[in-house]
């Protein structure tokens, strides 16, 4: 299995959509649209990161999020081939609720401190999402008013799950993107092995407007900054001999025991194995 699809339309936008992928790294979020929308996990387990959160996610948890940048990741190397990921999206813009609810979302100005959010799913949510995944199974039975109807019941359960005072309320702040600190959001995935790249997508910059503002708030160029905070964590925890070398490796955000090694030895001029072995002495 690699990425089977099956979708719904309103108004010619994607609206309910069902993937069934095999187990992978790291893949952006596809739509780049002013949107919102919510994830339902059918099945397998992945996480989620932005440019400040970082969620885990497995069946009977979903995913509500802002028209922000973030990835999902999930960790191949303990699958096998026949393992797989399955969810339900949901995926709503302003001018089709807008048009939904008959209302303006402009004339709000309610707004709520995350751009992610992990929620448990209820009876209600549950029983949604069954009803969604019959729809997508059998797509002739769903014309455009059935398919509004559907979406403006799942809105109204998403606005009470999220106790917001009321739909113009719930669906305003979910177009409204929280801001983050730059400084801030590279600390909290200095760990990670994101690629500047990724990086830069994450704080919604192209690569080389990331590398400046970098190179301002830090003082040197993100690759030295970056492979140089990681060596110092790691000659901290290679100290203690019951920190495997392999495990440090992946736990500071390197790919490989050799782009590690060769790392490591450039900023400390020795391999990380002497290095224990001369602290120890």
Not at 140 to 162: M, Q, R, V
């Given at each position: 299995?690699?990425?089977?699809?099956?979708?719904?339309?309103?108004?010619?936008?994607?609206?309910?959509?069902?993937?069934?992928?095999?187990?992978?790294?790291?893949?952006?979020?596809?739509?780049?649209?002013?949107?919102?929308?919510?994830?339902?996990?059918?099945?397998?387990?992945?996480?989620?990161?932005?440019?400040?959160?970082?969620?885990?996610?497995?069946?009977?948890?979903?995913?509500?999020?802002?028209?922000?940048?973030?990835?999902?990741?999930?960790?191949?190397?303990?699958?096998?081939?026949?393992?797989?990921?399955?969810?339900?999206?949901?995926?709503?813009?302003?001018?089709?609720?807008?048009?939904?609810?008959?209302?303006?979302?402009?004339?709000?100005?309610?707004?709520?401190?995350?751009?992610?959010?992990?929620?448990?799913?209820?009876?209600?949510?549950?029983?949604?999402?069954?009803?969604?995944?019959?729809?997508?199974?059998?797509?002739?039975?769903?014309?455009?008013?059935?398919?509004?109807?559907?979406?403006?019941?799942?809105?109204?359960?998403?606005?009470?799950?999220?106790?917001?005072?009321?739909?113009?309320?719930?669906?305003?702040?979910?177009?409204?993107?929280?801001?983050?600190?730059?400084?801030?959001?590279?600390?909290?995935?200095?760990?990670?092995?994101?690629?500047?790249?990724?990086?830069?997508?994450?704080?919604?910059?192209?690569?080389?407007?990331?590398?400046?503002?970098?190179?301002?708030?830090?003082?040197?160029?993100?690759?030295?900054?970056?492979?140089?905070?990681?060596?110092?964590?790691?000659?901290?925890?290679?100290?203690?001999?019951?920190?495997?070398?392999?495990?440090?490796?992946?736990?500071?955000?390197?790919?490989?025991?050799?782009?590690?090694?060769?790392?490591?030895?450039?900023?400390?001029?020795v391999t990380p194995t002497q290095y224990r072995l001369d602290?120890?002495?």
């Amino acid at each position: 299995m690699n990425h089977q699809k099956k979708e719904i339309k309103y108004k010619g936008k994607v609206v309910f959509e069902k993937r069934c992928v095999s187990y992978f790294k790291r893949i952006p979020k596809e739509y780049v649209e002013n949107e919102a929308c919510f994830i339902f996990i059918n099945n397998g387990e992945f996480s989620v990161r932005s440019a400040f959160q970082y969620f885990q996610f497995s069946k009977g948890h979903g995913l509500l999020a802002k028209c922000a940048n973030f990835f999902f990741e999930a960790d191949k190397r303990q699958h096998t081939e026949s393992d797989y990921i399955e969810v339900i999206g949901i995926i709503f813009y302003p001018d089709i609720v807008n048009e939904l609810f008959d209302f303006d979302i402009s004339n709000s100005n309610h707004t709520v401190n995350f751009n992610l959010k992990k929620i448990k799913i209820n009876h209600l949510l549950e029983n949604f999402r069954e009803s969604i995944s019959i729809l997508l199974d059998n797509p002739e039975i769903a014309d455009e008013a059935f398919i509004g109807l559907k979406i403006k019941e799942f809105i109204t359960l998403l606005s009470k799950t999220d106790n917001a005072p009321s739909h113009l309320d719930f669906l305003h702040s979910m177009f409204v993107l929280e801001e983050f600190n730059f400084k801030n959001a590279i600390k909290k995935n200095l760990y990670s092995n994101l690629s500047l790249s990724e990086l830069a997508t994450l704080t919604n910059m192209s690569l080389s407007s990331f590398k400046r503002r970098f190179k301002d708030v830090f003082n040197e160029s993100p690759s030295k900054y970056i492979n140089r905070k990681k060596i110092e964590k790691a000659t901290k925890k290679i100290r203690f001999k019951e920190n495997r070398i392999t495990d440090i490796c992946y736990e500071i955000g390197y790919d490989s025991i050799a782009s590690f090694n060769r790392n490591f030895k450039k900023y400390t001029g020795v391999t990380p194995t002497q290095y224990r072995l001369d602290f120890i002495e």
